[in-house]
């Protein structure tokens, strides 16, 4: 069952364009964001904090590259 939901799920992709797609890695790429703030709020330690701080410095630069990706699909 897991096989066929997962083939579904790869099936779908590829019948996306590349803008979707970079639109949904976006959307996730800003969850996980939004769960590395969640982190942040809620560290008490120094090695958390830091932790966190490097998790959200590393999505903020992989969400910049998403978006000028997509910048260069809409041109």
């Known amino acids: ?7 579904i799920k790869y099936s779908r992709l590829r019948k996306m364009s590349e803008k979707d797609l970079l639109l949904k ?4 790429v800003r969850f996980l964001m939004r769960i590395a703030y ?17 998790e959200l410095r590393s999505l903020e630069v992989r969400h910049d ?11």
């Not at 069952?1 to 083939?7: D, E, G, S, V």
């Not at 942040?40 to 120094?46: H, I, K, Y």
């Not at 590259?65 to 809409?74: I, M, P, R, S, T």
């Open 38 to 54: 969640f982190k942040l709020s809620s560290a008490n330690e120094n090695a958390l904090v830091e932790s966190a701080i490097l």
């Open 65 to 75: 590259y998403l978006l000028n990706k997509l910048k260069e699909v809409d041109k």
């Open 1 to 7: 069952m897991k096989k066929l939901i997962k083939a």
């Open 25 to 28: 890695e976006i959307e996730n």
